[in-house]
């Protein structure tokens, strides 16, 4: 069962949060349900204290282990596309990173499994996502470059780092019906693509620019 919409002391009286939202809508994210969830999961709380008051500013930030916590709109973007592809019981998260997209996409779907390969963002996250009261979310320490078979196949998957190519794996874990959501390049800019799953196979599209941290595989 997904978790219920966390107390609303994230939006309560804060202008931050009314021109981040504002922000939002204006540069395309039309889903009121995640403008809903962006305005109240609490991002300061995904980043160190040193970084708690730029946390509404629409810009990633730094969480260590050389990883970023992506800008509000690009996590905004890519659960709206998610969601958008049809309804999703089960999704994939490939790169916790500090939980933050994580809890978004708990906040929407039923059951979110996330796996990351460095055990420190591994753990804090745990924690993080744990004291926050979510119950819908399977973190995992793993390398998963080619997703986490073991709790698939998935209605969408999210990866939040480029990727070089699209691993077979990946789309092997999609159910009929599934999306899976993946920044696609080895450049700096990278495209963030839409992969959808059909009934005789699989069809894509690439839908803007993004930056992201390169998807790397092993264990750190």
């Not at 591994?122 to 819908?136: I, V």
Request: glycine content about 10%; hydrophobic content about 45%; overall charge positive.
């Amino acid at each position: 069962m997904k978790a219920s919409l966390l107390p609303s002391r994230a939006r309560a009286g804060s202008s931050a949060v009314a021109r981040l939202t504002a922000e939002l809508r204006a540069n395309g994210i039309t889903d009121a349900r995640v403008l809903e969830v962006m305005a109240h999961v609490p991002r300061p709380q995904f980043v160190d204290g040193s970084w708690q008051t730029e946390a509404w500013k629409n810009k990633p930030l730094p969480i260590g282990s050389a990883q970023t916590i992506s800008q509000p709109f690009v996590v905004a973007l890519m659960t709206q596309l998610l969601l958008a592809g049809g309804p999703r019981r089960q999704v994939l998260e490939i790169g916790t990173g500090s939980g933050y997209q994580t809890a978004v996409l708990a906040e929407l779907v039923e059951c979110v499994f996330s796996v990351e390969r460095i055990r420190s963002l591994s753990e804090s996250a745990r924690r993080r996502l744990r004291a926050l009261g979510y119950r819908n979310i399977h973190c995992g320490y793993a390398d998963g470059t080619d997703g986490w078979s073991v709790h698939g196949a998935y209605d969408g998957i999210i990866v939040t780092a480029a990727a070089a190519a699209v691993s077979p794996s990946l789309l092997a874990q999609l159910v009929p019906g599934g999306r899976l959501v993946v920044p696609v390049g080895g450049g700096e800019i990278q495209q963030l693509r839409v992969i959808d799953r059909g009934p005789t196979g699989f069809t894509s599209r690439d839908v803007a620019a993004v930056n992201f941290v390169p998807l790397l595989g092993g264990r750190a």
